[in-house]
């Protein structure tokens, strides 16, 4: 309960039934939230009461209501799901060289290296330090980086410094950039570089272009692949109203601008004023505290520690805000830094005023939302590429323009386990790409805690490790056991890269989350609501870390789902709470039943793994559909005219298509569409039929058990799965992509009772507008409905298959029609750079009654469009009941249906 880095005032409400709700209050002034168990009090000292209600019903869909008013998540590069690692301490070029070594000679996929403010000269922003990181040099370096697949990321911070000699201070004068004291001169504060002034970001007209020239002029010299903008709430190292130069700081202004001026005539005198000039700062530094640590091992570390030990310090002469001033001391003091204390401490003062004429008491929680902004649309002008940019200081839709990490973590058990909170309320809040520091940012980690946290940090949407000066090194190369659990958790993100692409491109289009709680997926459930330790991405993949020292087991919680381990394709039917032995190196990860994925090869850089063979991994749903219904689902079914009937299955009624596709006004036609293809198939639009007395009846006239307009059966269900891969570059701006991208849709069924089943992959066009793209996204759309709910909406399962299996023969028909085919000739060299499937994989295949009695594969026979696949390609684990099949070479560019089924039944 202690302001830090953003300000959300949003909350969730989920209730017992799992209805859920949510509101958000539209204002960026100070505030108190007073919660009690029957209410909740906004206590706020200013702007106006501008609330938003969302409805739902699920969690997810109140996520995705809010962010119709704050804007979806932005689409990370593809790049930037890989692994970061990053040091404040970093002091010169050849130690990010060695630390890049050591990634690559540990085998631990690296993506991106980061620098801190060690980067610069005199911690000034957009400047490299000539002695230790030569421009020249840089450029050579990252150039060699990027011709590797990897990337680098520069921090900027967003005060200005006041010294003459610095570009972007002389050039936001001149361009009057700058936020402003009550005296009308720009405000000075203090932070790294000493004396700043602050840029002000809410003048976009302003402000922006001299940002952009700024970074331009960074790029130019070093081209940089993101950007990260640190202390930006906005930071102060001053309390004060009006700030001055004190005689002590302006001698150390004058004696830098001195120096750098002789040091560019070759004079001498330079010598002098730089020894001068590290008197004071070491006079600041043991003053400030005592810091030097035995991580800081040579003169050029002490030098620099204790040049960032004064300048932490406020060397400014400041007038402090009177008790009588209103604006720093509201007639109501919110609980500011726990303590009540004046609302400009730390930060600006709330007299300060920006260009446009806003008083930094209404507009300060929005510093860091504008900046991230600006820093956007700055790098993707620059770059011509999607940009990603890290940002401290977050508001309400900062989601939309930036990524985030939690701050100033500690290398502790607490920590970790306060991490995972930290992820799931960022993408609550709209900030899919969250994490925390990994091993933690203060104090030395240890070689246990840093295994576990990799291994749950691998499984963050943003994955960094960094930490600070004062703590010992702790990149994963350094103990074997870390090193080894990096392998492993890194090697599993890596393979799960087209499916967290995919969430990413899910959340940027239609909103929503990609790290979630259980309770998404399972919000009537009461124990997935106190469920804490774990969490999902996206739909289908379920993260349960060890979060205890000393620890080897882990109590993981699974839903009322099938799940199958991602590491051996072990099953478990939950609910249930299950004793998982987790050694060191390990972390349980289960996909769930229902869902199929993409899986590529664990590389090192994210483009070697996209050029990668694809491997399908088809989870089927083992539950059986039963007769009870939750009222979530009959919320959302209500009134839906829904009638599958398990005996005859097939995608029937037009309610059906309104309550899946989104109530579509050609929701009808889109279904006739569909099905036209299949003749053997009656559709009618007039949904279920029924007796006399009003039972409802299935197509034989047999009676159902129906409730809340939906008919289920309480025999054993057929086993479905569905899933959805977007492809692209990968750092087009443009999302989708205008060309090069795709969406490939998949379905699977298996009947359980016949043994026999098969699997479409389906791609299309995402930016087209076709029967056929609809048709897919129709079918997408409600398998997703299905793998939200609970058990009961399983009926749904033969529709959608069916559906599924229409939607592609319908796409392989088009190929009789001489126009079509020019269309899909486009269509296809669109597409072309697609990898091919390599293996599929398909968990829950229940064992062929033919497999004691054959050498062939286990009983299953396996055809592929038609053809049938050698059967030494062809295996069974009847022990997991897996169905593999590898050897392939279908590309992901061509509709294609792979078709299995018990031996016995194809002879």
């Known amino acids: 309960n202690i302001n830090l880095y953003g300000s959300h005032p949003f909350y969730l409400q989920v209730d017992e039934d799992g209805l859920s709700s949510g509101v958000f209050l539209l204002n960026s002034n100070g505030m108190d939230m007073v919660f009690d168990e029957i209410s909740i009090t906004y206590r706020v000292i200013g702007g106006v009461f501008d609330f938003y209600f969302f409805m739902g019903p699920g969690p997810e869909d109140v996520i995705q209501q809010y962010q119709e008013v704050i804007g979806k998540p932005a689409m990370p590069p593809l790049w930037a799901l890989g692994l970061h690692q990053c040091r404040w301490g970093y002091h010169t070029l050849s130690q990010v060289q060695e630390v890049v070594a050591g990634y690559r000679n540990a085998n631990i996929p690296l993506e991106v290296i980061w620098t801190d403010i060690d980067l610069f000269d005199r911690y000034r922003d957009f400047t490299f330090d000539q002695d230790r990181f030569k421009a020249s040099s840089m450029r050579v370096y990252i150039e060699e980086l990027h011709a590797g697949g990897q990337h680098w990321i520069p921090i900027t911070d967003c005060g200005i410094p006041h010294a003459p000699d610095d570009p972007a201070f002389t050039s936001g004068m001149q361009q009057d950039v700058f936020i402003r004291d009550v005296t009308g001169q720009p405000y000075l504060g203090q932070v790294w570089p000493g004396a700043t002034h602050y840029p002000d970001f809410l003048s976009v007209n302003q402000t922006w272009p001299w940002w952009k020239q700024q970074l331009q002029g960074m790029h130019d010299k070093v081209p940089y692949s993101g950007m990260w903008i640190d202390m930006n709430e906005a930071s102060n190292f001053c309390d004060g109203e009006i700030c001055k130069l004190s005689p002590i700081t302006a001698a150390i202004e004058a004696a830098t601008t001195a120096a750098a001026n002789a040091a560019s005539t070759g004079d001498t005198a330079a010598q002098r004023t730089g020894l001068w000039l590290m008197e004071q700062l070491w006079l600041y530094a043991v003053k400030a505290l005592s810091i030097f640590s035995p991580h800081i091992q040579t003169a050029s570390d002490q030098q620099q520690v204790a040049t960032s030990a004064a300048f932490a310090n406020c060397d400014l002469d400041c007038t402090q805000p009177s008790q009588q001033d209103s604006l720093s001391h509201p007639p109501y003091a919110v609980n500011n830094l726990q303590n009540h204390v004046h609302l400009g401490s730390k930060t600006l003062p709330m007299s300060a005023t920006h260009i446009n004429g806003e008083q930094e008491y209404d507009v300060h929680n929005l510093y860091g939302l504008a900046e991230a902004a600006a820093t956007k649309a700055a790098v993707e002008q620059i770059t011509g590429k999607r940009a990603f940019v890290l940002s401290r200081s977050t508001f309400a839709g900062s989601g939309h323009h930036a990524a985030h990490w939690t701050g100033d973590n500690a290398a502790n058990w607490d920590n970790l386990l306060w991490s995972v909170s930290g992820l799931l309320n960022s993408n609550i809040w709209g900030i899919a790409m969250a994490g925390a520091d990994i091993c933690g940012f203060q104090d030395d980690t240890t070689e246990e805690l840093c295994a576990r946290w990799i291994s749950a940090g691998a499984f963050y949407t943003f994955t960094r490790n960094h930490n600070s000066i004062n703590s010992a090194p702790q990149e994963l190369y350094r103990w074997p056991a870390v090193a080894a659990a990096a392998r492993k958790a890194l090697g599993m993100r890596y393979r799960l890269l087209p499916y967290l692409y995919t969430c990413f491109y899910k959340a940027h289009t239609e909103g929503g989350t990609v790290a979630r709680p259980l309770f998404f997926a399972f919000p009537a459930a009461a124990q997935a609501r106190e469920t804490y330790k774990q969490w999902m991405l996206g739909d289908s993949i379920l993260v349960s870390p060890v979060l205890e020292a000393g620890s080897t087991q882990v109590q993981a919680y699974l839903p009322e789902a099938s799940w199958y381990s991602l590491w051996d394709y072990s099953h478990t039917k939950g609910p249930i709470t299950a004793t998982v032995n987790v050694p060191l190196t390990d972390i349980p990860v289960h996909v769930r039943g229902g869902s199929i994925i993409a899986m590529q090869q664990p ?305």
């Not at 050029?611 to 939750?630: M, T, W, Y």
């Not at 009618?684 to 039929?689: I, Q």
């Not at 129906?706 to 492809?727: D, E, F, I, T, V």
Request: glycine letters at 8%; aromatic letters at 4%.
């Open 603 to 907: 590389l090192n850089t994210t483009a070697q793994v996209a050029r990668s063979p694809v491997k399908l991994v088809v989870a089927l749903d083992q539950h059986q559909v039963g007769p009870q219904q939750g009222p979530h689902q009959a919320a959302e079914q209500q009134g839906a005219g829904i009638h599958i009937d398990a005996d005859t299955p097939a995608a029937c009624g037009k309610g059906h298509q309104q309550h899946d596709a989104g109530a579509a006004a050609d929701a009808g036609a889109t279904d006739r569409k569909c099905t036209s293809s299949l003749s053997s198939t009656s559709c009618s639009n007039s949904g279920s039929s029924s007796k006399s007395d009003g039972t409802p009846t299935n197509s034989d006239n047999k009676p159902s058990q129906c409730a809340a307009g939906g008919c289920l059966h309480s025999r054993p269900g057929p086993l479905l799965g569905c899933g959805l891969l977007y492809m692209d570059d990968g750092d087009s701006i443009a999302v989708p992509a205008e060309q090069g991208a795709s969406l490939v849709y998949f379905s699977s069924l298996v009947q359980s009772d016949t043994v026999q089943g098969w699997l479409t992959s389906t791609p299309a066009d995402p930016t087209a507008d076709s029967d056929m793209a609809k048709c897919l996204q129709d079918v997408y759309n409600s398998c997703r409905r299905v793998l939200r709910s609970d058990s009961s909406s399983h009926m749904l399962h033969d529709s959608i298959s069916l559906q599924g299996k229409r939607c592609y023969q319908s796409t392989t028909a088009r190929s009789s029609s001489k126009s079509r085919k020019k269309a899909e000739k486009n269509q296809s060299s669109m597409l072309n750079d697609l990898p091919s499937v390599a293996e599929v994989v398909v968990l829950g295949v229940p064992p062929a009654a033919a497999a004691a009695d054959t050498q062939a594969a286990a009983g299953y026979v396996v055809s592929l469009d038609g053809q049938r696949i050698p059967q030494d390609q062809v295996t069974y684990d009847a022990d997991v009941q897996v169905l593999a099949v590898k050897g392939l070479q279908q590309p992901l560019s061509d509709a294609f249906q792979l078709e299995w089924q018990a031996q016995q039944a194809a002879v």
